[in-house]
């Protein structure tokens, strides 16, 4: 006796590409180099908070605009704008992990 196959419905459900959302090589390049760019000027500008929020403001609408809506930029943005805390490289751990982990996306049962 055989197990029956898996529903098709199920089985599309849960492979990997389905819910996540992968990004091209050139996108993910550009997210890094701004996500370097910022955190080099970050640690440059730590002791000056004003100066380190406009920077982080415009590194996170720019990685907006290059990767789409994200809800990892929110935390990077948050730990950023904390003071002292802008010379650890927060942005590009924030890049290397939606490059890694992609967008999760909710899964919705059909029935």
């Known amino acids: 006796m055989t197990a ?3 529903e098709p419905s199920k089985q599309r459900a849960e492979t990997p590409s389905s819910n996540t959302r992968k990004f091209s090589k050139k996108r993910l390049a ?3 180099v701004i996500a370097g760019i910022s955190d080099a000027i970050g640690a440059f ?3 000056l908070p004003p100066i380190g929020w406009v920077v982080d403001l415009a590194t996170a609408l720019l990685l907006f605009l290059v990767l ?3 809800w990892l930029l929110l935390p990077g943005l948050a730990l950023e704008a904390i003071p002292g805390l802008g010379v650890l490289p927060f ?6 992990a939606i490059a890694v982990l992609g967008t999760p996306r909710p899964r919705f049962e059909r029935n």
Request: hydrophobic fraction near 55%; glycine fraction near 12%.
């Open 68 to 70: 789409g809506r994200q």
């Open 30 to 32: 550009l997210a890094f």
């Open 4 to 6: 029956p196959p898996p």
């Open 45 to 47: 500008v730590a002791p």
């Open 91 to 96: 942005w590009l751990l924030v890049v290397g």
